[in-house]
Each structure stands twice: as C-alpha cells, then as structure tokens.
C-alpha cells in the first residue's frame, strides 16, 4: 500500500511499513521477555551450583549477569514499543542493535564451534558416545545460535534499512530525534563506548579489577582505579564523537593501541589459574575450568587483540564523516542511516 507523506515534500512517496514496524516491534518484545527469564536462572544457577560445590555464591559475577541480563531485556522491550509507535529513534537504534547482535553472533557462532568438541570431550570423558550423538551435541545448539545470532538480526538489519520503513517512521515522527543529529554509524560508536565504560566499571566489582597491564596483572583498589579512569575517559570519547570532535576519535585510537599492546604483552605469559583467584574464583572452580582448557593463553591473546583491531578498523571507517560537518547539531548528516 502506498502511503501519501504527511506534508508536501515533507517525505518522498514511500510504501508504508506500519504493519511490519509493528511485528518487528512485538519480535523485540518477545526476545526482551525471554531475556527477562534469565534473571531467575541467573539466581538459580549460582546458588545451585554454589552450593554443588559446597562454596558461597559469587555476588559480584551474579550483580553483573543480572544487571547485564536486566539492561537487554528492558532495552528490547523499549526499542520494541518505540518500534510498534514508529519511531524514528527506535528505528536508528534497532539498526545499530542488530548490527552488534549479528556481528557478535557471527563471532559466537564461530568461537561455539571451536570449543565445543573441547567441552563435549570434558563431559563425556570415559564414556562411549556414538560419533552420532556427539555430532548432534554440535549440530542442534549451533542451529539454534545460527538462527537466533544470526539470521533474526539480519532480517531486522534488512528490514530497518530500508528506506521505506525509513520514511514510514519520518512521517509517523516528524520530530527531530537524537539519532537525527549525526551519522548513524557516529551514534552507533558513541553508544556502543558508552555502553562499554559502563562494563569496566562493573568489572570492578564483578571480576576484583582485574585486568592486564604490559606484562603482568592488576587486580583491587589500583586495578579498579584504572578501569574507572579508562571508563571516564570513554564515556567522554563517547559524548565527544558524538558531537563530531576529534579529541574524542583519537583518545579511542590511542587507548586501544594501548590495550592491544598491553594484552599481548600480559595474557601469553600469565598464569591463568592466578587470573581466576585473583578474581575471586574458589579453587574448585578453577579446576573445573581448566579442566576444559577453554580460556587458555591463546584464546585470551587472540581474542583480545582481535576485537581491538576490529573496532580499530570501525574507527578508521567511520572517521570520514567528522569531516562532512564542523557542527554537532548537522541532522543532515543522519542521511548515512
């Protein structure tokens, strides 16, 4: 159906994507609820699995499986309903969501298919499973990952791309929002090192502090004060991008070079059962960690500097648009969406 614009030469002609924005909408709903019954398990299985292993509970790690748990599943339900009004923020923001989702997907995926011989051999160790059911133990829960990491987001990314659904919401809300106010890939950065400051902050409680620092590892009051200060200054890159400065670019460039260098200086030669105890982690837990051998050295090294050098090349593409306008207000500029 073919819907006229709300003013003359406010919108061009456009089909109306009401009906799917309202779907989609309930889509995210219904994941933000089935993110929600995580909260409960999250209580469930460290309490559960505490007292399996006649140790406390973990409070710092089951405080930020909540509040992570907590955070997702009220974001969906929000960015669902703003999608079921039209929106044009909640539109922006489902782009930039199910970007990461799919991207972070893709990696899970690929990371699951990885090591899950490694858990399934740690499981099944001394028993005689048929090559059959060990195949079936990989290929049933990555079908699931494949299709709920994979192709849901992509069908959002396609379906909220689309300058239809575009339109539809611009003539729903013809209000200027501020995901307006600069290029789509700009907020998306900004978000996404907002979302990340927060993390380091809550890995001062959850995981000690701990964190690796050119050559050996930081942990209590002064690994704790430096996730603060590396948090505050990407809370600050993230307010700074978002008003296409400069300042805010480089200092992201520059901590990430840091902490690419500084991981691959530290996690090759730590010992990664201190790691853990350092942490917080019972010695019982420790073993049964490493008796899977799934985070080792390599896995760290390699999977730290990878997404530092991923979100280097982010930051590299998306430094063409802090040329296109001196001004932080340039809604023009959201035309990249």
């Keep these: 159906m073919d819907a006229p614009p709300i003013s003359p030469g406010a919108v061009p002609p456009y089909k109306n994507r009401r009906a799917g924005l309202i779907a989609f909408g309930i889509v995210m709903i219904a994941v933000g609820c089935v993110v929600a019954l995580f909260l409960p398990l999250s209580f469930l299985g460290q309490f559960v699995g505490a007292k399996s292993l006649g140790i406390p509970p973990n409070y710092g790690v089951l405080g930020q ?22 929106r044009r923020w909640a539109r922006a923001l489902l782009l930039i969501v199910s970007w990461g989702w799919m991207v972070g997907g893709f990696i899970g995926v690929i990371a699951f298919l990885l090591i899950m011989p490694q858990i399934i051999a740690g499981i099944t160790e001394g028993q005689a499973i048929p090559p059959v059911a060990r195949a079936l133990m990989i290929l049933i829960p990555s079908a699931i990952f494949f299709c709920a990491f994979i192709l849901l987001p992509l069908g959002l990314v396609l379906f909220y791309s689309s300058p239809h659904v575009k339109a539809t919401c611009e003539a729903h809300d013809p209000v200027e929002r501020w995901t307006d106010r600069a290029p789509l890939p700009i907020v998306a950065a900004s978000l996404w090192l907002a979302f990340a400051g927060v993390m380091l902050l809550s890995m001062t409680v959850s995981y000690h502090g701990v964190m690796p620092a050119f050559g050996r590892l930081l942990s209590g009051p002064v690994g704790s004060a430096v996730l603060i200060v590396l948090a505050l200054v990407w809370f600050y890159s993230a307010w700074a991008i978002y008003r296409l400065q400069m300042i805010g670019w480089w200092l992201v460039i520059i901590t990430l070079l840091l902490s690419a260098i500084s991981n691959l200086m530290t996690f090759p030669k730590i010992d990664i059962g201190e790691m853990y105890r350092s942490m917080g982690y019972a010695e019982v837990q420790i073993q049964q960690m490493q008796r899977f051998n799934i985070l080792n050295s390599t896995v760290l090294t390699v999977g730290s500097v990878g997404s530092c050098l991923l979100l280097l090349t982010y930051l590299i593409w998306i430094k063409r648009f802090f040329h296109r306008s001196t001004h932080p207000g340039a809604g023009t500029l959201a035309a990249t969406a």
């Design 65 to 86: 499986t909540v509040f992570m748990y907590g955070l997702i599943a009220i974001g969906f339900i929000w960015l669902g309903a703003g999608s079921i009004k039209a």
